[in-house]
């Protein structure tokens, strides 16, 4: 009996990591209010089965936020910049509470109902295209991994990562 109690002890004492899979696409919410835009936020841990997690009926995956793309009346240019920065800024506080966890841990019941220790990494965000420039905060026709400009795409010779 003793030794059991040690074992549920020492298996409830050790820190897991629950990895955390972002994603967001930008959607019209609605065609009467001048078309306005949002990116929904969408978060699923990584270790739920591929086949479960992508199952519409699991919901496995949750929306979280709905971060606005708002329209500003200036020029082109800075208009991008400035969605660029909402957009971070928002993104930043909605994960403020993921940061902390995936840095100090946070106490969460398992399936077994015992209390453990689990860090909460982001592994990964899904994203189209253009909003991975948006988050990788590079301009359009420039690579995301590597220095490689649109003139450069498709030369032989490697550019620096």
Known sequence: MKMLQTLQH??????????IILASDKMPVTH???GLKMHPLFLTIGNIQLDIQMQVTSHAWHCIAFIPSPKFNIHADFQTILLACIFHWLLDMVT?????????????VNPSGNIQNCYTPLITYIADLPKQQL??????NVSLVTMAKLS??????????
Not at 10 to 19: D, E
Not at 96 to 108: E, F, H, I, P, Q
Not at 135 to 140: L, P, S
């Open 152 to 161: 450069q795409f498709g030369d032989p010779t490697a550019t620096a990562p």
């Open 32 to 34: 009467q209010t001048g």
């Open 96 to 108: 403020a509470s993921l940061k902390v966890a995936a840095k100090d841990g946070t106490s969460l």
């Open 10 to 19: 020492f298996c409830c004492s050790l820190s897991i990591i629950v990895p």
């Open 135 to 140: 988050i990788t905060g590079v301009a359009k």
